[in-house]
């Protein structure tokens, strides 16, 4: 059996693997996909030390951390089921969709997360092209430019805000007849010079020259097609947590985000979480890497003061 078991191989979990690791702990890390979120992302920016880089290069660098040390890489592997220790201190046993069951005194959760997609024609061939998901990572790209922000919730309110304050103009775009967002935000929002806010608008293809976005077109309340001439599509449809799997197991927030504590713990004892998957607000990668280390020294703590057997 492991000391720490290892869910998820994005950014907190190749961080959790090497603090584990590096207190001596027999140390196993399920990966289907080292790097996570990373390998869908071109540049960032935001990694604190490294002025830029390429997410696929993000990654491989992640992953070649991972593997200086002695952790037992479980490849190309989900989990489907946790079942938690029947006693404090017990082994906790992790089934893998190939059948396989993993045993550990400590678990760390860090499956992460995925964006809500619009599901129109264009979406997927210019992503990373024009078409993002995170105002905090690549708002920076479009300064002075055109773009649209799909989605009138809280999320989609507050990317539009903080765009306006870097872009040339925003379109926010809200399918239904009302903005969802808070209030304040949607007063916030109105009072802005340069943000165009259209109800009943909903997004119907995202278009471009075949190497980047130039326009957006949406179905309006009129019942015909419009086009806007822009640079970039922000979708802010919402955050996925991939904890489905977890869902009669722990504690979730109506979100289906894993219950944390301070210190990374979950609402079962020996099991914590770490990253886009938890509560912590802020989904980032510096974020999500402080947050991996932080579950691996809580697990080393639990196991210190686990009675010897
Ligand atoms: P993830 O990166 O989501 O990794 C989770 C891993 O767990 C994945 O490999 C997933 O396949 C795996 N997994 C899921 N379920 C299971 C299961 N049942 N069993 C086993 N494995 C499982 N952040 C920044 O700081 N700067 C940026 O510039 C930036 N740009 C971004 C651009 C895009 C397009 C996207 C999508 C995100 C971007 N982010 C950026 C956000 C950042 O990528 C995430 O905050 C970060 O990757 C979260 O790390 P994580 O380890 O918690 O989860």
């Given at each position: 059996?492991?000391?720490?078991?290892?869910?998820?191989?994005?950014?907190?979990?190749?961080?959790?693997?090497?603090?584990?690791?590096?207190?001596?702990?027999?140390?196993?890390?399920?990966?289907?996909?080292?790097?996570g979120q990373v390998m869908d992302t071109a540049g960032i920016e935001n990694f604190i030390s490294i002025k830029e880089t390429e997410g696929p290069k993000l990654s491989a660098q992640l992953e070649a951390h991972v593997r200086s040390y002695d952790v037992e890489i479980i490849s190309g592997q989900r989990a489907k089921e946790l079942f938690p220790a029947a006693r404090p201190g017990?082994?906790?046993?992790?089934?893998?969709?190939?059948?396989?069951?993993?045993?550990?005194?400590?678990?760390?959760?860090?499956?992460?997360?995925?964006?809500?997609?619009?599901?129109?024609?264009?979406?997927?061939?210019?992503?990373?092209?024009?078409?993002?998901?995170?105002?905090?990572?690549?708002?920076?790209?479009?300064?002075?430019?055109?773009?649209?922000?799909?989605?009138?919730?809280?999320?989609?309110?507050?990317?539009?805000?903080?765009?306006?304050?870097?872009?040339?103009?925003?379109?926010?775009?809200?399918?239904?007849?009302?903005?969802?967002?808070?209030?304040?935000?949607?007063?916030?929002?109105?009072?802005?010079?340069?943000?165009?806010?259209?109800?009943?608008?909903?997004?119907?293809?995202?278009?471009?020259?075949?190497?980047?976005?130039?326009?957006?077109?949406?179905?309006?309340?009129?019942?015909?097609?419009?086009?806007?001439?822009?640079?970039?599509?922000?979708?802010?449809?919402?955050?996925?947590?991939?904890?489905?799997?977890?869902?009669?197991?722990?504690?979730?927030?109506?979100?289906?985000?894993?219950?944390?504590?301070?210190?990374?713990?979950?609402?079962?004892?020996?099991?914590?979480?770490?990253?886009?998957?938890?509560?912590?607000?802020?989904?980032?990668?510096?974020?999500?890497?402080?947050?991996?280390?932080?579950?691996?020294?809580?697990?080393?703590?639990?196991?210190?003061?686990?009675?010897?057997?």
């Amino acid at each position: 059996a492991f000391d720490v078991l290892i869910i998820g191989s994005g950014p907190a979990g190749a961080s959790a693997a090497i603090y584990a690791a590096r207190k001596g702990l027999r140390t196993g890390l399920v990966a289907d996909r080292f790097g996570g979120q990373v390998m869908d992302t071109a540049g960032i920016e935001n990694f604190i030390s490294i002025k830029e880089t390429e997410g696929p290069k993000l990654s491989a660098q992640l992953e070649a951390h991972v593997r200086s040390y002695d952790v037992e890489i479980i490849s190309g592997q989900r989990a489907k089921e946790l079942f938690p220790a029947a006693r404090p201190g017990g082994l906790h046993g992790i089934a893998l969709e190939s059948g396989a069951i993993l045993h550990s005194r400590t678990v760390i959760l860090t499956t992460g997360a995925h964006w809500r997609q619009l599901g129109v024609p264009g979406e997927e061939q210019y992503r990373t092209k024009g078409v993002a998901y995170c105002p905090h990572c690549d708002g920076p790209f479009y300064k002075g430019k055109r773009v649209a922000v799909a989605g009138g919730g809280n999320s989609g309110v507050e990317a539009a805000i903080d765009l306006a304050g870097i872009v040339g103009h925003v379109t926010l775009l809200q399918r239904s007849s009302k903005l969802k967002a808070d209030k304040v935000l949607q007063d916030k929002l109105r009072s802005l010079p340069n943000v165009t806010v259209l109800t009943e608008a909903l997004t119907t293809r995202i278009e471009g020259d075949g190497s980047k976005v130039n326009g957006l077109t949406y179905r309006g309340g009129d019942g015909k097609d419009h086009r806007i001439d822009l640079e970039g599509v922000f979708v802010q449809i919402g955050l996925l947590p991939n904890t489905e799997w977890l869902r009669n197991t722990l504690a979730l927030n109506d979100f289906g985000e894993i219950k944390v504590d301070d210190h990374g713990a979950t609402s079962v004892p020996g099991v914590f979480a770490a990253g886009d998957a938890t509560t912590t607000p802020y989904k980032q990668i510096v974020i999500a890497v402080g947050e991996g280390a932080k579950s691996a020294l809580s697990a080393f703590d639990y196991l210190i003061r686990l009675p010897a057997e």
